[in-house]
């Protein structure tokens, strides 16, 4: 289950996708660390690793079979809000809602960019 709402009071501004774990969940449970590794001369590699963030993942709110007022408050959300509130299982988080779209089978994917974890 994953909860998108916006930050400031808006009577449209909050939707849950209650089916979005059992489609995109397991894609959404990912993350990686800031490493890079470069080759060195004497054949070995030097490592640069700033560590881990919340902020480089990518959430997908899946909702198969969407109806019009899924896809209309997708919709609105890109197209009228730079800043929203995620809530997943594993915390709170700030985000960008990126994109939106409907696949040929139905299902509307929106896809948000972390920016912060909110809740420890």
């Known amino acids: ?16 996708f209650r089916r979005s774990e059992r489609t995109a969940g397991l894609g959404n449970m990912k993350g990686s660390r800031r490493v890079t590794r470069t080759a ?33 408050f997708a919709r609105y959300i ?18 960008v809602p990126e994109t939106y779209q409907v696949n040929r089978d139905g299902a509307l994917e929106m896809k948000i960019l972390l920016t912060a974890k909110l809740s420890q």
């Open 1 to 16: 289950m994953i909860g998108i709402s916006t930050q400031t009071y808006d009577i449209a501004g909050a939707r849950v």
């Open 78 to 95: 890109v197209t009228m809000y730079g800043l929203v509130t995620v809530t997943m299982e594993d915390g709170v988080y700030t985000g």
């Open 40 to 72: 060195t001369l004497d054949g070995g590699v030097a490592i640069y690793d700033t560590g881990y963030s919340d902020s480089d993942r990518d959430i997908v709110a899946t909702e198969p079979d969407a109806d019009v007022s899924c896809i209309d």
